[in-house]
């Protein structure tokens, strides 16, 4: 189930990145049980601020991933682009193996990444800076 989850999310990172433009979003978050099946809560510890974080046996984790849908937009050669939702549930015991494949994925995956130019910016707020000081003599 894994191996089918990265090889979707890598399929989705080359989609972005031959694209040219778009968006990758990747959440992660404990995933809580059933109300109707609660376990028993922990006891709040006074001293412990965290103490509802520490349960007794270890939450699985949900891992999703999208893209952002587009529309197309006038005057552009875009084209529209339909959401594509990724998800997995991955298990604590297999917690170390699933964050390293993770993190190669993800590396993989912002290697298409363009540098921002921040000499362009520091010209173009340098300017407006004196055209200011300018208008204000």
């Known amino acids: 189930m894994l191996f089918q989850f990265f090889s979707q999310l890598a399929n989705l990172f080359e989609r972005t990145r031959t694209q040219g433009h778009g968006s990758v979003y990747l ?7 059933d109300t109707s099946s609660a376990p028993p809560c922990p006891e709040k510890v006074a001293d412990d601020p965290l103490w509802d974080t520490h349960p007794e046996q270890p939450l699985p984790i949900l891992i999703r991933a999208s893209n952002n849908r587009s529309d197309k937009r006038k005057g552009t050669d875009r084209k529209d682009i339909r959401k594509i939702k990724l998800s ?8 170390d ?14 290697s298409g990444l363009k540098k921002r130019d921040k000499k362009k910016a520091k010209k173009v707020k340098k300017k407006k800076k004196a055209a200011v000081g300018e208008t204000k003599v």
Do not use: H, I
Request: aromatic share 14%.
């Open 27 to 33: 959440t992660q978050k404990r995933l809580t049980f």
């Open 97 to 110: 193996l699933f964050y390293s494949r993770y993190a190669e994925a993800c590396k993989t995956g912002m």
């Open 88 to 95: 997995t549930v991955v298990s604590p015991d297999d917690l």
